[in-house]
């Protein structure tokens, strides 16, 4: 790792979303409404992921959800639990990654998530996974994902073997379409420091 100028600034959701995008799930027009921030009505399925987090880790209206849930999930959250949403970057070359940690244990940082279709394995390839390199200074060794499709609670957890080739060959691929379509970018907060 290399400390060069920054000349993209990414966070895992937007580099995600571009992984829809090579995969065929969100057209060219939506990523570059991602990009640009164009605000979208928040849907029900995104406002239950946020209540849920709050209920976990704040206790705010825990009688929403299933308590056996919410002890299974909470059971997997690092004791002590020293900070909730901390932020993390981390630079790659000409590429600074940075975002949000849902919580920060002593040796692991864990990530709560919802969905409605849990797929074994899915988050090895997620954009979050920078959040590893991001916190080393701080003691973190792993990082632990807990998803609950609301009626069962999964966990994934890497450490810091694990492989981002996938993610850099995307974060390369991201920053040539940004510059493809530079002409289409409102939002400039994407372009450097």
Do not use: W
């Not at 056996?68 to 901390?86: G, H, N, Y």
């Amino acid at each position: 790792m290399t400390f060069n100028t920054v000349k993209y600034r990414l966070y895992p959701t937007l580099l995600n979303r571009f992984d829809r995008y090579e995969k065929g799930y969100i057209n060219e027009n939506d990523l570059i409404n991602s990009i640009n921030r164009v605000p979208v009505p928040q849907t029900e399925a995104q406002r239950k992921g946020v209540s849920f987090e709050d209920a976990v880790i704040k206790g705010i209206d825990e009688e929403e959800f299933d308590p056996e849930i919410l002890s299974r999930v909470r059971a997997l959250l690092p004791r002590p639990m020293l900070k909730t949403q901390v932020y993390c970057e981390y630079q790659l070359d000409d590429v600074l990654l940075y975002g949000y940690v849902d919580v920060l244990g002593k040796m692991v940082a864990v990530d709560i998530k919802t969905t409605s279709n849990y797929v074994p394995g899915c988050y090895a390839i997620s954009h979050q996974n920078f959040y590893l390199p991001a916190l080393r200074t701080k003691g973190i060794r792993s990082l632990r994902y807990v998803i609950t499709d609301f009626k069962n609670v999964y966990q994934e957890e890497y450490d810091h073997t694990l492989d981002f080739d996938h993610q850099f060959r995307q974060i390369r691929e991201f920053c040539a379409f940004l510059e493809t379509h530079r002409g289409e970018i409102t939002d400039l907060r994407v372009f450097g420091g």
